[in-house]
Structure formats: C-alpha cells, structure tokens
C-alpha cells in the first residue's frame, strides 16, 4: 500500500529480510533502498551473520541515501549477552537534495512496517554512526 505522503509503497521483501533477521537471526544486516520508478522501498543487500560493523558500513554509499537495520550483539555492565535491533537512516550530506526529502518523508512508514526497532539512528557522515555510538545507543 502506498504512503499518501511520499507515494513509496514497501516491498514485501522487506518485511520478510527483517523478520528473518529479528526472529530467525539469519541476517546481520540489512539494508534498503527506495527505487524511485517504481515508486517503492526495496532490499539492496542483505549481510551474513559473521560480517562485523565495519563491513556493514562500508555497504552504505557514500553519496546515496539508505535505509538500514542492523542486529547489534553487546555484553552489559552485568556481563549479560545482549542483541538490539538499530535503524539507520542513512542521509549522508553530499546526496541528492530529492533523494533526502524523499527519503525523510517515508521514514516513519517504512518503520512501522518494521515491528521491533529497539533504536533509532540518523547519520549523515561516518562519525554519526561509529561503533561507539551505537553502543552508546543500544545500552
């Protein structure tokens, strides 16, 4: 169904990718993009559960917007294994004035398909979403 405000509808792939990720743990990461003639959000590239945060990363085009879930795996202060579900928004300042507008108006939308977001994230360069920044989010 499409969003009336920014016209993107969300492919069922995406609900799928991230199901299989929250619930199954096949995924590291996805990430997802909006394909602008056919009007809908689709999944770009899926990452194994071996690749480290790093490798997520440098998945992100450094002059495209994205959208992004990964599945952060952390120990507590209580030594207590733990796993977050973080959303990125991926709007890097370089990108397409269109291409962020686009992306900011069907944001909310795509994340309430996505059911079991623990975090939410918006970066525009690099140093907005370093490692420590997501652990200092997730805990």
Known sequence: MANAASGMAVNDE??????ELKAKR????????IEEKQ???????????SLSYEEFASNLPADECRYAVYDFDFVTAE???KSKIIFIAWSPDVARIRSKMLYASSKDRFK?????IQVELQATDPSEMDLDVIRGRAT
């Open 39 to 49: 009007k809908q959000i689709i999944v770009e590239k899926v990452g194994e559960p």
């Open 14 to 19: 995406c609900k799928l990718k991230f199901l």
């Open 79 to 81: 030594n207590c294994q």
């Open 112 to 116: 309430r398909e996505l059911d079991g």
């Open 26 to 33: 096949v995924h590291r990461f996805v990430i997802f993009k």
